[in-house]
């Protein structure tokens, strides 16, 4: 297949974004779902709040943790593989676990084994969006990141029905075949060969990160020189330490901090919405269609908060409204313990589903303006890897709150007050950048205005810029007069 100049940006490309649209409900909108099983899970194996929890936690940190080995399938062996491959273990995990006899088998089984499947599917089906589009990059991924939302919204109501009907272990089964459908996902994953993807050595003479000794050195050599294997080693060595320098920037390891307490916050609330829902006389459909409403909600939060962010009026304060909508999701933590009657609950999930929508799609925006756009691929990696360790350590901590206090309160306080102090860091963060900038600006101005040199003959004279004309008028005159004499 002969390298295309650039990007499709249409033509099959649409139908990647359709497979990658699938990939996202069949594995975070099915993650998001398993905290539907929660209630069903602690009832059967009688098990509390803390050891129920890790079977969420284990499904998202795997997820996160996995995903690089995800991208490594993806470019060694195809995209089209790593998913297929992941589709087959994901539903392997459900149906396995439709047989679990205890909570440690759900551990490994719907825990790391589908964590690992969907960490497969999830991060090269993405990937492979960028690579069919480039000036409808945005409008590519806002359709295709939108299943996770719609998925939630759809399947929430599913699932409770077919607990009902068929019994947790039936809907795992039937979860499980549903899953596979990722096989078919990635059927659809065409590769794409593009000039830019095929680098070889003489071209990376025309790479500014390439030391300008190092370029002599090549040109001397013959191409079939075993040396050019170490030159080229000791080049990816570098390239690769320069892709990631961000890693020692005070803002990014800010960022880092604030991602950490800000992915910790929102964690346990998709776990323990439905349960804290049924705790407080809710009936099941009502709890489950509240997840629902989180879901379809979150994708309007995508959309509309990205189209706001975009305007003139809002484009230079997107930092500030990201910090917004994490400390608004924050106080809705917060409010969620007094809200104990589905008629309050409803638009608790409209607010909190329409902010959370609306910071996830403003990350890469505060990422970016961290690190820069050259950085922002290797940047958004670390960022979403962070969210692996929140993801495993709060639901059980939430838990162990819920079973040593007996209510939820400590819980919900616990995750407001995370979120709203991510949100405070950065502001403080962004604040102090801004009086540094301000301080280093001023000491321009002073630099502008040191002495200037006026020469005469032999003569010079040293005056501040402040003089005004006529000050610089007398001492003319009075250097002519030092010169007749």
């Known amino acids: 297949m002969a390298p295309r100049s650039g990007p499709p940006d249409g033509g099959w490309g649409w139908m990647i974004v359709a497979g990658c649209f699938l990939v996202t ?65 994901a539903s392997t995990g459900l149906i396995l676990s439709s047989f679990a006899a205890s909570l440690e088998h759900l551990y490994l089984s719907l825990g790391v084994l589908t964590g690992l499947g969907f960490a497969l599917c999830y991060s090269p089906a993405i990937a492979m969006v960028g690579k069919y589009f480039n000036k409808r990059k945005a409008l590519a991924y806002g359709i295709a990141m939108s299943g996770s939302g719609i998925g939630t919204f759809i399947l929430a109501p599913v699932v409770q029905l077919l607990i009902e009907q068929f019994s947790w272990r039936g809907a795992l089964l039937i979860l499980g075949g549903f899953v596979l459908n990722l096989c078919v996902c990635g059927a659809l994953m065409r590769p794409i060969a593009l000039k830019e993807d095929r680098k070889t050595a003489p071209g990376l003479l025309e790479q500014e990160y390439v030391p300008e000794a190092q370029k002599q050195d090549l040109k001397r050599m013959s191409i079939c020189s075993p040396l050019i294997k170490a030159w080229s080693h000791e080049c990816l060595c570098y390239c690769s330490w320069k892709e990631y320098d961000f890693l020692l920037m005070p803002g990014f390891m800010v960022l880092a901090v604030s991602v950490l307490f800000m992915a ?5 609330l998709f776990v323990y919405l439905v349960p804290y829902a049924l705790s407080v006389g809710v009936s099941h459909h009502q ?22 962010t975009d305007r003139r009026c809002l484009k230079k304060h997107r930092h500030f409204c990201y910090l917004f909508a994490v400390g608004m999701d924050g106080l809705c933590c917060l409010f969620l313990p007094v809200l104990q009657t589905f008629p309050l609950l409803v638009p608790f999930s409209f607010t909190f589903g329409y902010f959370d929508g609306a910071y996830v799609t403003l990350i890469p925006v505060v ?92 003569i010079a004279y040293s005056v501040t810029g402040e003089l005004d004309q006529k000050d610089a008028e007398l001492l003319s005159v009075d250097t002519s007069s030092y010169s007749n004499r």
């Open 25 to 89: 409900i069949c594995t975070r909108a099915v993650t998001r779902c398993i905290s539907i099983f929660f209630v069903e899970f602690q009832a059967y194996f009688g098990q509390d709040y803390a050891r129920t929890a890790w079977i969420h936690s284990i499904v998202d940190c795997a997820t996160m943790l996995c995903a690089p080995l995800g991208s490594l399938i993806s470019n060694h062996v195809s995209c089209q593989v790593g998913i297929m491959l992941g589709g087959l273990l």
């Open 264 to 268: 910790y916050g929102c964690s346990p």
């Open 287 to 308: 709890a489950a269609f509240l997840m629902s409403i989180l879901g379809v909600v979150d994708i309007i939060g995508n959309i509309t908060f990205g189209w706001l």
């Open 367 to 458: 990422t970016a303006d961290v690190v820069g756009t050259s950085s922002l691929s290797s940047a958004l990696g670390v960022v979403y890897f962070l969210h692996a360790i929140p993801y495993l350590v709060s639901p059980p901590v939430a838990g162990w709150l819920v079973d040593t206090t007996g209510s939820y309160t400590a819980s919900f306080l616990l995750c407001g007050f995370s979120m709203i102090f991510s949100s405070t860091l950065l502001c403080f963060a962004r604040l102090a950048k801004k009086i540094n900038r301000t301080h280093l600006r001023s000491l321009t101005n002073d630099t502008h205005s040191k002495h200037h040199i006026w020469t005469n003959g032999a």
